[in-house]
């Protein structure tokens, strides 16, 4: 059974990079039917998708964090990464990894790690 | 941007009770929708995707409905385990995007 676990620092600085990595266990990140993805959750507040990767690399990040946000793949192929940076207070948010998977026409979230909380503060 | 606007931002029902939720998309999004639900301090659990395909292992009191612009989210039988916050995220354009969440409360 696929399982998903973010890991990374909880604290970081404003101005910082925040770097965080999705660990993907018992599968790939090979498999031609699925996205790897990235979603933020502020506190109290609902959810941001910030980006998507495939296997071959390619990526699609929201526009609104396009200038500040990288996500890329580990050669393991089971790990994915977000950096994202010139952190700010604003960014403060539980980071959560996803798959976005394919069944027929539809590429939907459907595993999702249980989230890393990381807070920007001096 | 495809905004998603869901209505109530909240209620309240009891034990039994049939509910619905709506979610209204700013364009036409065809079947590209999906549900998810949330209990405070867990990552969302995935629910529906096709606007109205459960999930394996989803309770069948669960169902979804709708195309186009406007979509539900019905329990048919709430139960306590329902008592969370429900989002819908459409996924037929980048940048994919989340309704604002229902909660749903115990009366």
């Known amino acids: 059974q696929l399982h998903l676990q973010e890991s990374g620092p909880g604290l970081v600085k404003p101005s910082e990079t925040l770097s965080l990595i999705c660990n993907v266990f018992?599968?790939?990140?090979?498999?031609?039917?699925?996205?790897w993805g990235w979603i933020r959750q502020p506190p109290g507040t609902g959810l941001e998708w910030i980006g998507t990767?495939?296997?071959?690399?390619?990526?699609y990040i929201n526009p609104s964090l396009k200038s500040r946000v990288v996500i890329s793949l580990g050669s393991s192929k089971t790990q994915f990464f977000l950096n994202v940076n010139s952190m700010t207070v604003a960014d403060t948010a539980v980071y959560y990894c996803a798959r976005r998977h394919n069944i027929g026409a539809h590429w939907s979230f459907d595993i999702w790690g249980p989230g890393i909380l990381v807070t920007v503060s001096s | 941007d495809v905004q998603m606007t869901q209505s109530p931002s909240s209620l309240s029902a009891s034990i039994g009770d049939r509910i619905t939720i709506t979610c209204r998309a700013s364009?036409?999004?065809?079947?590209?929708l999906a549900w998810f639900q949330q209990t405070p301090g867990k990552a969302p659990k995935s629910l529906i995707f096709?606007?109205?395909i459960l999930y394996s292992g989803v309770p069948s009191r669960f169902s979804g409905g709708g195309s186009g612009t406007d979509f539900t989210l019905t329990i048919s039988s709430l139960q306590p385990e329902d008592f969370a916050t429900y989002y819908c995220q459409q996924y037929r354009h980048y940048p994919l995007t989340f309704g604002g969440g229902t909660k749903v409360e115990i009366k």
């Open positions: 990767i495939y296997r071959d690399g390619v990526t």
């Open positions: 018992g599968g790939s990140i090979g498999n031609d039917k699925d996205y």
């Open positions: 096709g606007a109205s």
């Open positions: 364009e036409d999004i065809m079947r590209y």
